[in-house]
């Protein structure tokens, strides 16, 4: 399996690129993963919170291919423990998909048509992160997950 991760906006916290980049070379020792990001909408003061979220969906989708399977880093999505993502990871890999999709959205969310294409969301914490940050969290769990599957000492119990 493949997962990606597509996130609006670039990184520019040199610090947390740094640790994103270090978690993103011990997870290429478990699995193929990829940090995709696509560049902020241009001019959104011209935009409404519904066109911004419109166009950042139209660039979501155009990154997917039809065998995607699309997961949304959401609020409202389903919460897991470490442990629990680690199985749920787990079932994703045994069910034969060929690329695991992750997406955190913009500022404002995602479009109704990025909600209709995804089979799933989860949510990393009830409290409210920066959109960098969060892409720091989500990778070093990725990384915890498989350390978990694999029984190392990454992850304390």
């Not at 670039?10 to 990001?37: C, G, H, P, W």
């Not at 399977?69 to 060929?98: P, T």
Request: aromatic residues 10%; hydrophobic residues 40%; without cysteine.
């Amino acid at each position: 399996m493949h997962i990606k991760l597509l996130a609006i906006g670039k990184t520019d916290n040199k610090a947390l690129q740094t640790l994103m980049d270090d978690y993103l070379k011990r997870l290429s020792f478990y699995i193929k993963f990829d940090l995709e990001v696509i560049p902020d909408i241009k001019n959104v003061k011209n935009l409404s919170e519904a066109q911004q979220k419109e166009k950042e969906g139209e660039l979501i989708l155009s990154k997917l291919t039809p065998t995607d399977q699309l997961i949304l880093l959401d609020e409202n999505g389903k919460s897991f423990s470490s442990e629990g993502f680690a199985d749920e990871l787990q079932k994703k890999m045994n069910s034969g998909i060929k690329t695991l999709v992750f997406v955190i959205g913009g500022p404002y969310g995602f479009s109704d048509s990025v909600y209709s294409k995804a089979q799933g969301k989860i949510s990393l914490s009830a409290m409210t992160f920066s959109h960098q940050m969060v892409r720091l969290f989500f990778i070093e769990q990725v990384y915890r997950a498989f350390t978990i599957l694999r029984n190392e000492p990454y992850h304390h119990r």
